[in-house]
Nanobody
């Protein structure tokens, strides 16, 4: 059974940093394309960053230069380092997986496994 468990969310002030982690189990992590998504109240879920099984990365324009996605296949863990956080980065952050390859890496409909989410709140 595929399971994704996010952690690392919290409340920070503008300009602060957070590191999110997602631990996968029940599947061959290294062969899956992975992504981070977020959803703010009243808004659609949006793709933030993605990394393929071959470690190709893709970022939303809104986070380029501030967020870094990475994966540790030895630990079945996906990470998202978030720096220079802004209030508009607030939301529920989800990790997602698909037994690749994904063609539109930041499209939620491409992924069929999801975690439960971790909350990020950035206050000014």
């Amino acid at each position: 059974q595929v399971r994704l468990v996010e952690s690392g969310g919290g409340s920070v002030q503008v300009g602060g940093s957070l590191r999110l982690s997602c631990e996968g189990s029940g599947f061959t992590f290294r062969t899956y394309d992975m992504g981070w998504f977020r959803q703010a109240p009243g808004k659609e879920r949006e793709g933030v960053a993605a990394i393929s099984s071959g470690r190709t990365t893709t970022y939303a324009d809104s986070v380029k230069g501030r967020f870094t996605i990475s994966r540790d296949n030895a630990k079945d863990t996906l990470s998202l380092q978030m720096n220079s956080l802004k209030p508009e980065d607030s939301g529920l952050y989800y990790c997602a997986a698909y037994p690749g390859p994904v063609t539109q890496r930041l499209a939620a409909w491409e992924y069929n496994y999801w975690g439960q989410g971790t909350q990020v709140t950035v206050s000014s």
